[in-house]
């Protein structure tokens, strides 16, 4: 295990805090009405921090689903020992049913064709599939358009309605996607109603759901009280809130669980007017040490944060200067009071750090966690 992670951080690593995740779930859960379920979404590897450990981690503490976006993530997580129920949000061909069917996969369906070969393939195989009924209120991505005339509304649900009562098809859930609840409360209750309307028109033909949910971490913090019985975490259980909910992620007490580290490669004195990296991009104004980080766009750093970020050596913020690299970043250290070597660790993100990317590469924080990608070395820590 020592040399094991000697080995894997010997170039870029990221810790994963799983004390830090245990807290989130547990500051998130809190959050929940008595009986809503907890969903904590695995999907991308776990925005990157790794999903077969996170998924490990979430299923010993207790939550009721886990959240991914292909059936292979899903296959994944069972072949791993996940036996709590995974929900498949995406859209799956279904040539695959074998596969949603083996692995016990709860598939997402937000239409009748699709429907219709799940229950196809059951019948045909005297299996059951469990589904949850995609209801499109606003977002404009998968599900059941759910529209504001009265004749059509009838229509969609009878032909839900139909679908819940396909042999073979086991209908558990039914749910929607806010797609404005950071910043529009007044769209995201309109989503709400939508659904909840539905509901309504679907318990009328004698559909009823056990599982109903529409929020996911923006929703549930700007919109407690839309959580209906179920919630999706994704991005708030790794840490991360965005600004609009006015939940600050401190005001909630939610940590960052991924810090990612590097192991500086070579520190080189080099004199005025050198050219920094590919193009020559950044000019050296005086005679300057530089640090080279093996971290590069193929690792974890946005092409996009060219001679636009820094990172922490000895805590200290250090500039990134010329083009990123595939696999390495140099770093003007010219201004450091301390001595530094090969070896040394630079920190590459820490909460600061994740938010500075965010900002000067113009994205949200989902993509910069999403970015750390499988070459960047795992390490879990846990006390
Ligand atoms: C990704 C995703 C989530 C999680 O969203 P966060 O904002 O990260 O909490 C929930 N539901 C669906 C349908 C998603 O695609």
Redesign the pocket.
Known sequence: MINENKKAMSRTWAEINLNALENNYNVLKNLLLPGTKFAG?C?ANAYGHGMIEIADKLQELGADYI?V?SVDEGVTLRENNITIPVLC?GQTDPELANLISRYEITQAVGDFENAELLSCYAQKNNVRIKIHIKLDTGMSRLGFYWPDDERNKIITAETIAKICKLDGIEAEGLFT?FSKADNDIAYTKMQYEKINEAKKYLSRLGINFNIIHAS???GILSSPDFQMNMC?????LYGYTYPDTGNEIKNIGLKPVMTVKSRISAVRNLPAGSKISYGGTYELKRDSKIAIIPAGYADCIPRNLSNNFSVKINNIKCPLIGRVCMDMTIIDVTDLACEIKSGDIAVIYDEELMMQAVKNSDTII?EIVCRVLPRVTKIYIEN
Do not use: T
Request: glycine share 6%; net charge positive.
């Open positions: 979404v999907k959240c976006a949000l996607h996911a971490s923006s999706r975490f994704g991005i708030a989902d």
